[in-house]
């Protein structure tokens, strides 16, 4: 039988597995991005500027959910600590957030320019377009209620100059999330250059989203 001890050192193997997963894609660049999840009644995030193929499960850093002080003698957490807990206590269905700079991503974010129902994939993320969250400084309380905000009935999201977050009721889902999300901006950019991409109508991204919930690609946000 496992003991919580081992449930923690899996999770803790796992966030940086997809770490280096994210690199390993492309859709980040040196420690740029994050990673959080849950566990129990503290989030478990990577830390701060250490590099993903140095870090091991102990360098990871928990934080009490109920944003009571951390414990002694961990690395200091990512400087982004702050939006990845909010978006844990508001979305309790959430287990994992995923930070990047994906390129088209983080192209479009620039442009402050959400993705809209250019292809039904966008479904995927809880509605008819994918939004972006207005600009604030990394790590600022104020970053944390822009994504909150634009999270509101989403599970993904563009930051204003600067990225995208994914969300999921599973690191690996978080995970898919985010890969997808670069997908979709690629196309998405892609038809922009070479003339305007037709706009699925709402009931048309209803009817994926109900089609959805025969494949698994319904997840609580």
């Known amino acids: 039988m496992k003991t919580p001890n081992q449930d923690c050192l899996k999770l803790r193997q796992e966030v940086i597995r997809a770490c ?43 934080l009490p959910l109920d944003g009571s002080p951390p414990k002694n003698g961990q690395r200091k957490p990512s400087t982004e600590w702050p939006f990845h807990l909010a978006i844990l206590r508001e979305k309790t269905g959430v287990n994992a957030v995923v930070h990047a700079h994906p390129v088209y991503c983080s192209a479009l974010a620039m442009n402050r320019q959400a993705i809209p129902a250019c292809h039904y994939m966008v479904a995927a993320f809880g509605g008819c377009d994918v939004p972006v969250a207005d600009y604030a400084l990394f790590g600022s309380q104020k970053l944390s209620d822009n994504i909150i905000r634009a999270l509101r009935d989403r599970s993904a999201c563009l930051m204003a100059n600067h990225g995208a977050v994914a969300t999921g009721d599973s690191l690996s889902r978080a995970m898919w999330r985010m890969l997808e999300l670069e997908t979709l901006a690629k196309s998405y950019t892609a038809s922009l250059t070479i003339g305007e991409p037709h706009i699925l109508s709402d009931s048309e991204i209803e009817d994926v989203t109900a089609a959805f919930t025969d494949y698994g690609l319904k997840d609580s946000r």
């Open 20 to 62: 280096l997963e994210m690199n390993a894609h492309g859709i980040n660049q040196g420690t740029s991005g994050n990673i959080s999840v849950r566990a129990g009644d503290q989030m478990l995030i990577t830390p701060s500027g250490l590099p993903y193929e140095k870090m091991a499960p102990e360098d990871l850093v928990a």
